[in-house]
């Protein structure tokens, strides 16, 4: 479609007759792509709620494969929301992942976006049938 065939509020941005002039940006905007992707998301909830897992148990608990949650959690440590340490148990080489301040933060506004999302979602009238 171009933009000569699209309806004229998508060409020039305005917002339907019915909404609010001053409303605040939608809930989406407060979503943020480093947490919001699901493995990333389930990582940073297990910690959240552990303190600290091994690489072993992260993988277990989300049913991802070694390079998967490894890539994960290669970004998520980049983004400072997760430290990583490497160690021994024994003689057996073990990687542990802990939630950092930052992380817990992020992850509180992820589901401070999420929550208004369904709040607006859930307040909003059913499409008809």
Known sequence: MSPHDAPPSATSGDAPADAPV???PHPTSGLNDVVHQKARLGILAVLAETERAD???LKSMLDLTDGNLGRHIEVLAG???VHVEKGYAGKR???WVTIT???RHALAEEMAAIRE???RFEGSEPPPP
Request: glycine share 12%.
């Open 22 to 24: 001053d409303e605040a």
């Open 55 to 57: 690489f072993t148990y």
């Open 79 to 81: 983004s400072g929301l």
């Open 93 to 95: 080489p073990r990687t």
């Open 101 to 103: 301040r930052a992380g």
């Open 117 to 119: 999302l369904l709040r």
